[in-house]
């Protein structure tokens, strides 16, 4: 894991958290059936956001959306299932922007739960670690 040790930085970390929760407010208006590629590619902005604030509060910054994950995996309470998705939502984010893929509806039926559900968590870690 590469990270880089950096000055704490509380107000960027807040604005991070900020956007993220916008930023996931809109996805929450989009279709489900005709955007999906959009939903998705919006949660894996929202969690990288979260997880970016969290390595600021923290004193850490990275380049590498693998490292992000990697940080939160192992200074964080999350599962190796939750971690899994976070990965697979990388990945598809990836495919999404550089090869144009279309994601299916079905996938974000399977998904949307759980992906609602770190993001909540990932969150609360933000939030607490704020206060």
């Known amino acids: ?6 000055q704490p930085d509380r107000e960027r970390a807040k604005s991070l958290m900020e ?15 005709t955007e999906s590629p959009l939903i998705v590619e ?13 390595l600021f509060v ?5 380049l590498s959306h693998k490292d992000l994950i990697e940080y939160i995996r192992t200074n964080h ?9 976070l990965n697979e939502l990388r990945k598809y984010r990836n495919k999404i922007v550089y090869y144009g893929i279309n994601i299916q ?19 609360k ?4 670690k704020l206060e």
């Open 42 to 54: 919006g949660y894996y902005e929202v969690a990288k956001e979260l997880i970016t604030a969290i």
């Open 77 to 85: 309470n999350l599962s190796g299932t939750e971690i899994n998705l």
């Open 105 to 123: 509806p079905e996938y974000l039926q399977r998904n949307s739960t759980d992906v609602n559900q770190i993001i909540s968590k990932l969150t």
């Open 125 to 128: 870690i933000c939030e607490r």
């Open 58 to 62: 923290d004193g850490f910054k990275t």
């Open 1 to 6: 894991m590469e990270l880089i040790k950096i």
């Open 19 to 33: 956007l993220s929760l916008l930023r996931l407010k809109k996805i929450r208006t989009f279709n489900k059936k």
